[in-house]
T-cell receptor, first 110, second 115 residues
Framework: RKEVEQDPGPFNVPEGATVAFNCTYSNSASQSFFWYRQDCRKEPKLLMSVYSSGNEDGRFTAQLNRASQYISLLIRDSKLSDSATYLCVVNGGGSYIPTFGRGTSLIVHP | DTEVTQTPKHLVMGMTNKKSLKCEQHMGHRAMYWYKQKAKKPPELMFVYSYEKLSINESVPSRFSPECPNSSLLNLHLHALQPEDSALYLC??????????????FGEGSWLTVV
């Protein structure tokens, strides 16, 4: 079983839709969690950290479910510019090197 | 704008060439990383430097040779590469390894083509 798993998609949604991605992790001792966004032929960029209490940044909401060992990213009112690959990153719990999921591709269409 | 700077942005090299990729950060980070990324795949860890010492080598072939001259600089020396080594090479840094909340910041990457 992979340490960090994501549905690769693509998720194909119309503008204005709400879309959610999940990412599961296998190491129950993992301590920190992040969502990165990667545009085509660009480097990954930090979108948001994921806190135990959940956090929101504009149209983006990230949540952590430790009991079920997954994190989620919710995007409301999708924009064309949200089209990208969203990478889940998990850190800690003995493996102090951040571990990447394979990424989820989002395509927002008019 | 990224605070991790990589040069060159694009590199084409022959299989007998020797070249180097360079990376610089001035955030005071003590951990620096090299990742390799192929199309439609996540970044794949190659090397980790912690406090200027190589701490992780993910079984990378010896034709890739990392170097950390000081806490701000990280190089990747390339020699006798193969066409399958063509990829995006990403440098990254973080405050340090071995801690939670270890956010990684990436450079824009160096696109390498081996001919």
């Amino acid at each position: 079983r992979k340490e960090v798993e994501q549905d690769p998609g693509p998720f194909n949604v119309p503008e204005g839709a709400t879309v959610a991605f999940n990412c599961t992790y296998s190491n129950s001792a993992s301590q920190s969690f992040f969502w990165y966004r990667q545009d085509c032929r660009k480097e990954p960029k930090l979108l948001m950290s994921v806190y135990s209490s959940g956090n929101e940044d504009g149209r983006f909401t990230a949540q952590l479910n430790r009991a079920s060992q997954y994190i989620s990213l919710l995007i409301r009112d999708s924009k064309l510019s949200d089209s990208a690959t969203y990478l889940c990153v998990v850190n800690g719990g003995g493996s102090y090197i951040p571990t990447f999921g394979r990424g989820t591709s989002l395509i927002v269409h008019p | 704008d990224t605070e991790v700077t990589q040069t060159p942005k694009h590199l084409v090299m022959g299989m007998t060439n020797k070249k180097s990729l360079k990376c610089e950060q001035h955030m005071g980070h003590r951990a620096m990383y090299w990742y390799k990324q192929k199309a439609k795949k996540p970044p794949e860890l190659m090397f980790v430097y912690s406090y200027e010492k190589l701490s992780i080598n993910e079984s990378v072939p010896s034709r890739f040779s990392p170097e950390c001259p000081n806490s701000s600089l990280l190089n990747l020396h390339l020699h006798a590469l193969q066409p399958e080594d063509s990829a995006l090479y990403l440098c990254a840094s973080s405050r340090e390894t071995g801690s939670s909340g270890n956010t990684i910041y990436f450079g824009e990457g160096s696109w390498l083509t081996v001919v």
